[in-house]
């Protein structure tokens, strides 16, 4: 994990470094550049990371993504860009002793947003080493970064599956340069955590003052929603290309604000990242399309500045869907040109899931919004999915109306922005919650850049009301008794919940049922024992591998041996049989298990549920269910885990 960490703060920094100069070129008409270098540290991550990206994908394009071609590059640009290194040093230098001279000076909320950000940077750094129980991390997006690894650079299809080994690739690649490094699949988690920092660094950096306080509204407003803190260590895409295409918007209205052409540039920048990374981005493309056409018409955006900005964002977007349009003759394979390679049945049942709902007790609702009963429903889902229960969120929809009041046409594009994102999620990608995440996030930047405005016209009165009357708490706050008594005083009552939490679970007999995330975090129990009491299948294929048994006969799990790998340190013994190997059917059953030297296999408590039937298919079920109830009469049960999953060991040579 540290060596990850370690990779990625020296992408972030080679990509700032190179980003310094494009800014400073391009802002060189511009009376001020940028607020400060606290501004460009905070709002240049995720730029910084799509610059990487971008040079990446030249490199990869010719399979040049090896050490002895990285290093002497990296090293010579950094020679090259010596006094922006330098520069960016500085201003990362500058950061920290403002930080120490607001503390001198009675403000502690700047160290206070500094500690908190090394607590969820350690928090979700240890979460991240919870193996995913997503399958697609193990099936796609794992394998598609080692892919590029292997390879060194991309090849078509990337792994072996027609669709998904032709897709965009831009965050699978962050995740192979981190893995390049780390050697193990929680650099990628590591990769996602920083451009999730990124993203809430870029937001807080909006506040014009009191960029400190802007950043606990920005964790109060986003982080308290499981939606977004959950999916932070996941080695998922949904979450990062979400991050740079609501950046790409935040990059734009920065660009209103100030008129800084480097915001327009950096929106380009990230913009492309998003659409590098999934084809759903390209309705971001639209939307911002639809607001700088009209001013490149009306002369209010020069090309002089539109064309730099559109060359960065065809570096970066550009391969995934030239070379998809070279190769399959289709720059968005397998949609509306044609699918080669994928048969008409695959693409049919591919588009019907798609085009419903995930679960099959929310595809009633009516998506065609030409209707009544559409709005109604659209309105429904907004309310009960998104805003019920969810006081932050009643909080954002509040400020996004009081930025509306104050400052109407600063404001308004952004709310628009977020309607026409969730009403395109809703007619067009009403398949699962986890395509709205842009909207949703988008939603509350709104918030935050609303409570920003208000802020902005209370500026005088605070000034003049609130933080005289504060100036004694922070002369007191800034006497060295204070300086020196407070950090003590803050690890002795740490040190004292901790301790009274620890007896209260148990001490040294803690239940690991009863465990949380949070205790792992504590260090009370370890990621193995938590794992084994929380997770479905990991107790059992760990005491697969740790037997060696061979082979083990599980339909049920759409990753089953990707996740026994997963599960165990990377180790692929071959110990199960992949959940597709089945027999056909009319064929001989005891033939079957024979040549597959099936002697284990695991059922878990819903086998025979609708839902694993329409995932897995009726027929495969009923198929492996044949199989099952065979071996069963000659079978004994081993090991039974919390979660209900058995596990049987078949003895071929005892009589039924």
């Known amino acids: 994990m540290i060596v990850g960490w370690f990779a990625v703060v020296s992408i972030i920094l080679w990509g700032l470094v190179i980003d310094k100069g494009i800014v400073a070129w391009l802002n060189r008409r511009c009376d001020q ?11 240049g991550i995720l730029p910084a990371l799509a610059i990487a990206g971008g040079a990446a994908t030249i490199l990869g394009a010719f399979h040049g993504l090896r050490w002895e071609i990285v290093l002497p590059i990296v090293a010579v640009s950094m020679i090259w860009r010596r006094r922006d290194l330098v520069a960016v040093l500085r201003d990362l230098a500058s950061l920290l002793g403002k930080i120490a001279a607001e503390v001198k000076n009675g403000n502690p909320l700047p160290a206070l947003a500094a500690l908190t950000c090394l607590i969820l940077g350690y928090v979700w750094s240890v979460l991240a080493q919870f193996p995913s129980a997503i399958a697609d991390v193990w099936v796609f997006h794992i394998p598609l970064a080692n892919s590029i690894i292997d390879h060194a650079g991309f090849v078509s299809p990337q792994i072996d599956h027609p669709f998904y080994g032709n897709i965009p690739l831009f965050f699978n690649l962050l995740f192979a340069l981190v893995m390049m490094v780390s050697g193990h699949w929680t650099g990628a988690a590591v990769m996602n955590i920083a451009i999730f920092f990124g993203f809430l660094f870029l937001l807080s950096s909006c506040a014009s003052r009191w960029r400190a306080c802007g950043f606990f509204l920005v964790a109060a407003l986003i982080l308290s929603i499981p939606f977004f803190r959950g999916s932070v260590g996941e080695p998922m895409t949904d979450l990062a290309r979400s991050c740079f295409s609501v950046a790409a918007v935040l990059f734009l209205w920065r660009y209103f604000e100030t008129r800084r052409p480097a915001e327009l540039f950096h929106c380009a920048l990230v913009l492309g990242g998003a659409v590098g990374g999934k084809y759903t981005e390209l309705q971001m493309v639209v939307l911002i399309g639809l607001i700088l056409i009209p001013m ?8 002089p500045l539109l064309l730099p900005c559109l060359c960065a964002f065809l570096v970066i977007a550009g391969y995934w869907y030239a070379k998809n349009l070279v190769v399959l003759g289709n720059p968005i394979y397998p949609f509306m040109f044609g699918h080669p390679g994928l048969s008409d049945a695959w693409m049919a049942d591919y588009m019907l899931e798609l085009g419903r709902a995930f679960d099959p007790a929310n595809r009633h609702f009516v998506t065609n919004l030409a209707t009544l009963q559409g709005w109604q429903d659209f309105l429904y889902i907004l309310y009960d999915w998104f805003l019920e229960n969810k006081p932050n969120a009643f909080a954002a929809l509040a400020l996004i109306l009081a930025g509306l009041t104050v400052a109407f046409r600063r404001i308004a594009f952004l709310a628009a922005i977020v309607f026409a994102m969730f009403v395109i999620w809703y007619t067009v990608m009403f398949n699962h919650i986890r395509w709205a995440t842009p909207a949703y996030l988008l939603f509350f930047s ?18 003049r009301q609130v933080l005289p009357r504060m100036a004694p708490l922070a002369k007191m706050a800034s006497s060295p008794a204070c300086r020196v008594a407070s950090p003590v005083i803050i690890v002795l009552l740490a040190g004292g919940l901790w301790i009274f939490h620890w007896h209260r679970m148990g001490g040294s007999d803690i239940d690991p049922a009863r465990t949380k995330d949070l205790h792992v975090v504590l260090g009370m129990i370890s990621v193995d024992k938590y794992m084994e009491s929380h997770r479905e299948a990991y107790l059992m294929y760990r005491y697969i591998a740790d037997h060696d048994l061979r082979t083990v006969f599980q339909p049920f ?3 089953n041996t990707l996740l026994s790998t997963a599960y165990n340190d990377g180790r692929d013994g071959g110990w199960q049989l992949p959940r597709y190997v089945l027999p056909a059917p009319g064929s001989d059953i005891d033939a079957f298990i024979k040549d597959n030297h099936i002697a284990y296999f695991i059922v878990p408590p819903d086998a025979d549920s609708a839902f694993l039937a329409e995932r897995i298919g009726e027929d495969k079920i009923v198929m492996a269910n044949s199989v099952i109830a065979r071996m069963m009469p000659r079978s004994s049960l081993i090991l039974t885990d919390r979660f209900g999953w058995k596990l049987y060991r078949f003895d071929a040579d005892r009589a039924s």
């Not at 550049?33 to 709002?43: A, E, H, I």
């Not at 490149?296 to 090309?303: E, H, I, V």
Request: aromatic residues 12%.
């Open 296 to 303: 490149l018409l009306k002369g209010r955006l020069s090309l």
């Open 33 to 43: 550049p940028f607020r400060d270098g606290t501004d460009f540290l905070f709002s």
């Open 557 to 559: 799990d759409t990753a």
């Open 446 to 463: 709104t918030g935050f850049i609303g409570a920003s405005l208000v802020r902005e016209r209370l500026d005088k009165w605070l000034d």
